[in-house]
């Protein structure tokens, strides 16, 4: 669950990214020749829901930009299980995007200094939806998320 969290609060911190950095180095970021894929929306929608928290769980380490990139990576990579409902998988390609955004140059101070990203309500609605169904999903709690060891 601290991983949600922590991912959960990344959007805040990665998202002035978006907004600072739109001149700056966003598309760079978003042709990424280290990403496989060049868009969120192209992450696999057949995923485990496993694959899905153990990329989650990566959040927990984030210190910079670098990191950054690396859970923005990890997260494409994994993509979403099948089961996931519509609107949390466009969550999830919002926050991935979101994420990608982020300066892959910036340093711990920088992220901390980052303000909140400017998501219209629907984009807001939907990465609380993703949010919502990782945190339900990657729940200790719940037995169907056997990655309760990575904590």
């Known amino acids: 669950m601290k991983h949600v969290l922590i991912a959960a ?6 998202g002035v990214a978006a907004g600072c950095g739109n001149d700056q180095s966003s598309t760079s970021a978003d042709a990424s020749p280290a990403s496989s894929s060049t868009s969120p929306s192209d992450a696999p929608a057949d995923a485990s829901s496993g694959e899905l928290c153990q990329a989650l769980s990566g959040g927990a380490s984030i210190k910079d930009g670098a990191d950054v ?22 969550g999830f390609e919002v926050y991935v995007g979101v994420l990608r ?26 990465v609380q939806t993703f949010m919502g169904y990782a945190q339900q999903t990657c729940a200790p709690s719940t037995s169907s998320g056997g990655g309760a060891a990575a904590q």
Do not use: C, W, Y
């Not at 609060?9 to 990665?14: E, I, K, P």
């Open 101 to 126: 955004k982020v300066d892959p140059h910036a340093t711990a101070t920088q992220l901390k200094n980052m303000k909140n990203v400017d998501l219209s309500k629907t984009e807001q609605t939907e």
């Open 9 to 14: 609060a990344l959007l805040s911190l990665g």
């Open 69 to 90: 990139a690396g859970f923005a990576d990890a997260l494409q990579k994994a993509g979403t299980p099948t089961q996931i409902p519509a609107t949390a998988r466009k």
